[in-house]
């Protein structure tokens, strides 16, 4: 895998994400239907990861998989950002690693430059801020932001119909 995704995935132009979602894919990753992942992004081991129809992943993204990590349906994860699904057991002396689950729930937007930490679950809705550093569970539906990320306030969503400049 390591040599496929030096040699073919992270440098790949863009207009390829046809051939990165097939080379994820033969490697044992779950890519749903309509999936965009952008060049530079590194995953560490593809039969961990599970990613929901349409969602963006962006430029040098890294998805630490070391424990499964899950995306959501229709979510975004912006540019530098990284998801990191293990660490490290301090209280043991040999420092032995930890698979700890990332679970990032449908219509999430993890901004630009985010860090979410092993274990988290965000829940559906969310919006994490960019450069924010998320290092506990995040509610449904809230915008957060921070390091550490906290929830800020309610996210209004609404249909791209009703976005001003929209056509019909």
């Known amino acids: 895998w390591w040599i496929v995704q030096a040699l073919l995935v992270k440098p790949s132009p863009q ?3 046809p051939l990165r979602r097939i080379l994820l894919r033969a490697f044992g990753a779950k890519i749903g239907s309509g999936v965009r992942i952008r060049p530079g992004v590194e995953v560490t081991y593809p039969w961990k990861v599970t990613i929901g129809a349409n969602c963006w992943i962006g430029d040098d993204v890294t998805l ?8 959501g349906a229709d979510s975004v994860i912006s540019q530098n950002a990284y998801i990191c ?3 490290h057991d301090y209280a043991d002396i040999s420092f032995p690693i930890r698979e700890r689950p990332v679970k990032i729930g449908e219509q999430v937007w993890i901004a630009s430059d985010v860090w979410v ?3 988290v679950t965000v829940g559906d809705g969310v919006v994490v801020g960019a450069r924010s550093t ?3 569970d995040l509610p449904a539906g809230m915008v957060c932001l ?3 990320c906290k929830p800020l306030k309610r996210r209004v969503m609404t249909s791209a119909s009703e976005q001003p400049g929209t056509i019909d």
């Open 117 to 119: 930490g092993p274990g």
């Open 85 to 87: 699904a293990a660490d």
């Open 134 to 136: 998320v290092t506990k």
């Open 146 to 148: 921070g390091s550490p």
């Open 15 to 17: 207009i390829c994400y």
């Open 64 to 71: 630490y998989s070391l424990g499964p990590i899950s995306i």
